[in-house]
C-alpha cells in the first residue's frame, strides 16, 4: 500500500469532522485504488445512517427512551472514525460498524 492511499483512507476518516458527504463522495469518483473506494463508500452511508440514528433518538429523548441511544450513537460518530484512522495509519483493514457487507 502506498502512502497516497493511506493519507487518502485518514482523509476520509477525518471527514467526519469537516466535510462528511463531499470528501468521501470526491475521493470515491477520483481514486482508482478499489480499498479506498471501499472506505469512501462506507464512510459516506455510515455518516448517513449515524446521521439519521441520532435525529431517531434525538426525536425519542423526549420520551427519555431515546437518551440511551443517543449517548451510544454519538459515541459511535466519534469512536468509528478515529479508529479507522488509526486502522490506515497502520496499514490494516477496516470496516464501519453496520456496514460489513461493502465490499
Do not use: C, E
Not at 9 to 27: E, N, Q, R
Not at 58 to 78: C, D, E, H, Q, R
Amino acid at each position: 500500500m502506498d502512502s497516497q492511499s493511506s493519507g487518502l483512507k485518514i482523509l476520509v476518516h477525518a471527514s467526519t469532522w469537516f466535510a462528511p458527504v463531499l470528501l468521501p463522495l470526491v475521493v470515491y469518483f477520483l481514486s482508482s485504488d478499489s480499498d479506498v473506494k471501499r472506505i469512501s463508500l462506507q464512510a459516506l452511508i455510515f455518516h448517513f445512517l449515524i446521521g439519521i440514528l441520532i435525529g431517531v433518538s434525538i426525536f425519542f429523548s423526549f420520551i427519555l427512551i431515546g437518551i440511551p441511544f443517543l449517548i451510544i450513537f454519538g459515541l459511535m460518530a466519534i469512536i468509528s472514525p478515529i479508529k479507522g484512522m488509526i486502522y490506515a495509519t497502520q496499514n490494516r483493514h477496516f470496516q464501519y460498524p453496520f456496514l460489513g457487507f461493502i465490499k
